[in-house]
């Protein structure tokens, strides 16, 4: 997959064809099958993990994983610590935002001055009614892949199920070290007993062969907030 060797630990019998999404299923619950210490996808050796990478290294992946997110429709917004409250604000503003969701564990203050101001509410999204959609959401990520661009959610904490309500607007933070060059990289951080979830800018290519982008699904408007 993306010319790298990768494996995990069950048998797939690649001579019949199948849809991606159809294997990945069959990947997701054979591992949900394995013991824990199974639930494993071992990486060739010839290929460093991201987290040995060299602070310029470091930077080249963010800038690629940047351009090729924007190109994709997202807006990309990059800030420091301290001011993703600030970025977070501006983006709601910006769309107009009125209500949102917010999964379990995310830091309270990046919405913070946003809910200050009249009309503005907040609603965890395990209290959301079934026929109730906000009018966007705020994650973080359990990933993020530069080739293709894509973000990666598990339902961990601060990602919830908010990324599965379809809302015209998500605006998800992720981190520089959350980078990953390529798909094979990012699937032994994702926790596969949960829901994964794989996002990428609203025009991309919805036939992609890596990642497959259903077309009229996934938000309207999705904001990067990269973190360096």
């Keep these: 997959m993306v010319g790298t060797e990768w494996t995990v630990p069950i048998r797939l019998d690649l001579e019949v064809f199948v849809g991606r999404e159809e294997m990945l299923r069959r990947v997701r619950d054979a591992l949900k099958a394995l013991p824990d210490d199974e639930r494993t996808v071992t990486i060739g050796r010839h290929r460093r993990a991201a987290t040995e990478l060299d602070p310029a290294e470091r930077a080249e ?9 924007k190109n994709d429709g997202a807006q990309v917004v990059r800030v420091s610590e301290e001011t993703i409250p600030d970025a977070v604000t501006e983006a709601l503003t ?13 830091r309270s203050e990046w919405l913070s001055a946003w809910a200050e101001s009249d009309g503005h509410r907040i609603v965890s999204d395990h209290l959301l009614a079934a026929a109730e959609t906000p009018d966007a959401v705020v994650t973080g990520c359990a990933g993020a892949v530069v080739e293709p661009a894509t973000v990666v959610l598990d339902g961990g904490p601060g990602q919830g199920r908010a990324s599965m309500l379809a809302p015209g607007c998500h605006i998800c933070v992720v981190r520089a070290a959350q980078i990953e060059p390529a798909l094979p990289d990012v699937l032994d951080k994702l926790d596969s007993r949960r829901p994964i979830t794989w996002f990428r800018g609203p025009a991309a290519a919805p036939d992609d062969e890596l990642v497959p982008v259903p077309a009229g699904q996934g938000p309207r408007h999705l904001v990067v907030v990269i973190v360096e």
Aim: net charge negative; no cysteine; glycine share 10%.
């Design 61 to 69: 992946l963010v800038e690629m994983f940047a351009e090729r997110i």
């Design 94 to 106: 910006t769309h107009d935002v009125g209500s949102v969701a917010v999964p379990e564990g995310l």
